[in-house]
C-alpha cells in the first residue's frame, strides 16, 4: 500500500505540473468566461454602432410603443418628407427608413436602404413589423386597447395529470433543464475522457517503450503500477473537474459584481438547477465518475498492448469510435430523447453515460431503468478492472506487433505456454 501511494502520488504531481494540465485548465476557464461575458467582449470586437432607423407611420396604429430603441437600435419619427428622408440615406446621416402604411386592409412596411442592413438588424425590425401588424388587425376588429393587449398578452395555463401513482410525470421545466444539463454533461465526458484516455494510454506506452518500466518493475508489482496509473490519472481529473468548478463559480461571482444586475448569475443558476431532482443531480455524477473510470480502465490496458508511444493513437482508434459513436447519439435525441435509439445506447457501458442521463432528466421513465442501467455500468467496471488488472500482468513486458487483436493473441499466446 505504501507503494502504491508512492507512485499515485508521483503520478498526480506529475500530471497536475505539465503544460499541459495548466493549459487545459485555463482554456476551460478562459471559454467559460468568454460565454460569460460574450455581450462585452463582443461590443469590444466589433464595437458595432447602434442603427438610425426613421419610421414613417402612415396609418392609425401607434407605433411608438411597439418600436423601442435598444443598444443596437434607434428609432425616431421625424418630419421630413420621404424624399428628403432618402436624401438623408444617401448622405449616411440615417441607415434605414421604415414606411408603415396600410394595403388591402392589411399593414404594408417598406424598408428603404442605401447600404444593406445586417441580418439582425433586419430580423429585428421584422418581428416589430409583425407585432404592429398584430396590432392593426386587431384594432380593426373595433376591440379597444385594454382588449387588443389582453389577446396578445395572454397566456394558457397548462397542468399537468398523470392518472398512473406509478410514474411521475415531469413538467416541461424540468424536461428542458434535464435536457440541457444533460447536453452539458455529455459534452464533459466527451472531452474529459478523451483527454484522459489519450493521457493513460500514451503514459503507459511511453514508460514501457523506453523500457524504464522494466526497471521500476523490478521493486513494484504489476498489478501496483497499473493501480497507481488508474488512481493518479483519477485523482488528476477530480482535480481539474473542482479547478472548472471554483473558476466558473469565481466567474459568476465577478460578473454579478461588474453588472450589478438585478438579477444575479446566481440566481439564474440556481432557477436552472432548481427544475432539476436531487436524485438526478445524483444519477449524474455517478454515471459521470463510473464512466471516466471505465475509459481509464481500458486506456491503461490499451497502453500496454503497445511496443512504443507511436502506436497508442493505433489501439485507441477502437476507443474513441465508441465515445464519438455515444456522443452523436447524445447529440440526436437533443431533438427527440424518446427514440429508440437513445433508449438502446442508455444501456450500453460505453455511451450510458451520456446517454442515460438525457433520459432521466428529459423523459418519463420508470425509476428502475436507471438503476438497472448504472448497476450495468458498475458491474462492467468492475468485471473491466479485475480483467485488466489480470491481463496487465501478462501484457505490459510483453512486446508484440500487428493490430490490436494480433497484439491480445500474442499475450494469451506468450503467458498461457
Known sequence: MNKLWILTKQVYKQKIRSKSFIFM????????????????????????EPIDIALVNETNVDIKTIFTSNDDLIFSYPEESIEVLH??????????????SELNDQLKADIATYTPLQLNAQSTISSYVDYASKIYGIQSLNLSANEAE????????????????????????????????????????????????????????????????EML?????????????????????????????????????????SSNAEVSSFSMVQSF????????????????????????????????????????????????????VGFYVMISGMANPD????????????????VMPMRIGATDISPVEPILSLAILIIT???????????????????STGGIIQKFKTVFKVTTK
Open 381 to 399: 467496471v468492475v468485471v473491466g478492472y479485475m480483467f485488466s488488472l489480470s491481463f496487465y500482468k501478462r501484457s505490459v513486458l510483453t512486446y
Open 87 to 100: 436624401e438623408q440615406l444617401e448622405s449616411n446621416e440615417i441607415d434605414a427608413v421604415v414606411t408603415i
Open 273 to 324: 438547477v432548481g427544475e432539476l431532482s436531487l436524485s438526478y443531480i445524483i444519477y449524474v455524477l455517478v454515471f459521470l465518475a463510473f464512466t471516466v473510470i471505465l475509459f481509464l480502465i481500458i486506456g491503461a490496458l490499451f497502453g500496454s498492448l503497445v511496443a512504443k508511444v507511436e502506436e497508442a493513437s493505433q489501439v485507441l482508434t477502437p476507443a474513441m469510435m465508441l465515445l464519438l
Open 150 to 213: 389582453k389577446i396578445l398578452t395572454s397566456q394558457p395555463i397548462i397542468t399537468m395529470t398523470n392518472l398512473n401513482e406509478k410514474v411521475s410525470g415531469k413538467s416541461e421545466g424540468e424536461k428542458t433543464s434535464g435536457l440541457f444539463v444533460s447536453y452539458i454533461v455529455g459534452v464533459v465526458i466527451f472531452f474529459f475522457v478523451n483527454m484522459y484516455l489519450s493521457m493513460i494510454t500514451t503514459d503507459v506506452a511511453s514508460e514501457k517503450g523506453s523500457r524504464a518500466l
Open 339 to 354: 427514440t429508440i435509439l437513445i433508449k438502446v445506447f442508455s444501456y450500453i457501458p460505453l455511451t450510458s453515460g451520456m
Open 25 to 48: 485548465s485555463l482554456l476551460y476557464i478562459a471559454v467559460i468566461a468568454i460565454v460569460a461575458y460574450w455581450n462585452t467582449i463582443a461590443n469590444l470586437i466589433f464595437n458595432d
Open 217 to 257: 518493475l523490478v521493486s513494484v508489482k504489476p498489478g501496483t503500477h497499473y493501480q497507481s496509473k488508474i488512481y493518479g490519472v483519477l485523482l488528476v481529473a477530480l482535480t481539474q473537474f473542482a479547478i472548472i468548478i471554483v473558476g466558473a463559480i469565481a466567474i459568476l461571482s465577478l460578473k454579478d459584481v
